[in-house]
Structures are given as structure tokens and as C-alpha cells.
């Protein structure tokens, strides 16, 4: 654009060579805004990170210890289910026999 501006005629050149410069030192100046809120912002949101980091660190030793709950859990009541249904199996048996010598004597 500065090229373009120098080969026009000096009426018109002295004012868009104004602009341009304007131009020019607005967008130092943005890239310099750009950078310093860019390394704010690093900083600014780094710490937030860092606390969830060792948060989901805590949550993963949680769901650890819970998993180990939950499959216990499970396992008595497998366990309770057998015992039931054995104790109900007996039970069925026992009448099926007492009801079975009752009709035959």
C-alpha cells in the first residue's frame, strides 16, 4: 500500500501516506495489546487449570475407592441372591416331601 501511495500525484499522496502511517502505528499498537493481554490471560487462566488438574487428580483416587465399594456390593448380593434361592429351594423341597408322605400313608 505505501508503494501504491508514493506513485500517486503529491495532492492526494501527502494525505494517504498520513493515513497509512495512522494505519501503520494502529496495527503495532494491537499487536502489542494482542501480546501483553495474551500473556495475561495465560496467567490469569493457568491457575484455575492447575486447581482442576489436582481436583480431577482427588476425583480419580474417589472413583478408585468406589469402584471397589460398588464391587463388593455386588458380590454380597450375588451372594445374598444364592443363599435365598437355596434357602427357598430347601423350603420347596421340604414341603414337596412332607406333603408327599402325608398322601401316601
Known amino acids: 500500500m505505501d508503494l501504491e501511495a508514493r506513485s500517486l500525484p503529491p495532492s492526494i499522496k501527502s ?21 501483553q493481554s495474551s500473556k495475561t490471560c495465560t496467567v490469569r487462566d493457568s491457575l484455575p487449570l492447575l486447581r482442576t488438574g489436582d ?3 482427588g476425583v480419580d483416587d474417589n472413583v478408585g475407592k468406589n469402584k471397589k465399594t460398588l464391587a463388593g456390593m455386588t458380590r454380597r448380593m450375588n451372594r445374598n441372591k444364592w443363599t435365598i434361592g437355596a434357602i427357598i429351594t430347601a423350603l420347596v423341597t421340604a414341603i414337596i416331601l412332607i406333603f408327599y408322605f402325608k398322601l401316601t400313608r
Open 15 to 35: 494525505s494517504l501516506l498520513v493515513k497509512l502511517r495512522e494505519f501503520s502505528n494502529r496495527i503495532k499498537r494491537l499487536k502489542s495489546l494482542a501480546s
Open 55 to 57: 481436583t480431577l487428580s
